[in-house]
């Protein structure tokens, strides 16, 4: 089944303690990307990566980084996470072509106390 | 800065009328997705769209775009309960960069 895939689904840590998102698809998707929601500001992009070794930030890309070892691999890392970066956080893939839609995974809702 | 305005933010319609909503963006772009988002679920694909005059439609809802006018609309066609849902629109920021700028959503509550 073609998927995206996020680990974990659910945490909650405490300020200060780096923390790895993963995002995997088994799509063979060169572009992928990193989205976090919150309440009334819709999604906003982290960072995102057209291929390997190759990423850029986003809107918000303060406080994250990110890796693209492999294709199939876009982890989000959170070196000294805040409280505000409580939020939704969803990975999206990709192939290129103009007419090719993103595909989410099911998103990893991070509390920072 | 591209910004992407939706209209309106919160939507509450009985079953079986239309409706539309609409997605205004500030700065030239050629593609434009519309999304959709069930409560505590991930976001589905619903349409691309690539060009001026392009229309697309799926089931009750149909999706256009004038990129004149830098606006899409979304409309509804005799609303049923299970089209409840937050609905998002998404820019390309730039041509062929791939980075989508979203609208805050439009939340519809159809009711029966």
């Known amino acids: 089944e073609a998927q995206v895939t996020q680990n974990p689904r659910y945490l909650i840590t405490v300020t200060g303690k780096k923390l790895t998102v993963t995002c995997s698809q088994n799509?063979?998707?060169?572009?992928m990307s990193w989205y976090r929601q919150d309440p009334g500001l819709g999604l906003r992009q982290i960072y995102y990566?057209?291929?390997?070794?190759?990423?850029d930030k986003g809107d918000v890309p303060e406080g994250y980084k990110v890796s693209r070892k492999e294709k199939r691999n876009f982890p989000l890392i959170l070196e000294s996470p805040s409280p505000n970066q409580t939020s939704l956080y969803f990975c999206?893939?990709?192939?290129?072509?103009?007419?090719?839609?993103?595909?989410f995974g099911d998103g990893t809702r991070l509390s920072i106390l | 800065e591209l910004k992407v305005e939706q209209n309106p933010l919160f939507l509450s319609m009985q079953e079986g009328k239309n409706y539309t909503i609409y997605c205004n963006y500030s700065?030239?772009?050629?593609?434009l997705y519309w999304y959709r988002q069930d409560p505590g679920k991930s976001l589905e694909s619903l349409f691309v769209?690539?060009?001026?005059?392009a229309v697309k439609q799926e089931g009750r809802l149909m999706a256009s775009l004038d990129t004149k006018a830098r606006l899409s609309t979304l409309h509804i066609t005799a609303a049923v309960h299970d089209l409840s849902a937050t609905y998002f629109c998404?820019?390309?920021?730039?041509?062929?960069?791939?980075?989508?700028?979203f609208g805050k959503g439009t939340k519809l509550s159809v009711i029966p």
């Open positions: 799509m063979n998707h060169e572009y």
């Open positions: 998404a820019v390309e920021t730039g041509a062929g960069s791939y980075q989508l700028t």
């Open positions: 990566s057209m291929n390997v070794e190759v990423t």
């Open positions: 999206a893939s990709s192939l290129y072509g103009q007419d090719q839609p993103q595909h």
């Open positions: 700065t030239t772009s050629d593609r």
């Open positions: 769209l690539l060009s001026n005059g």
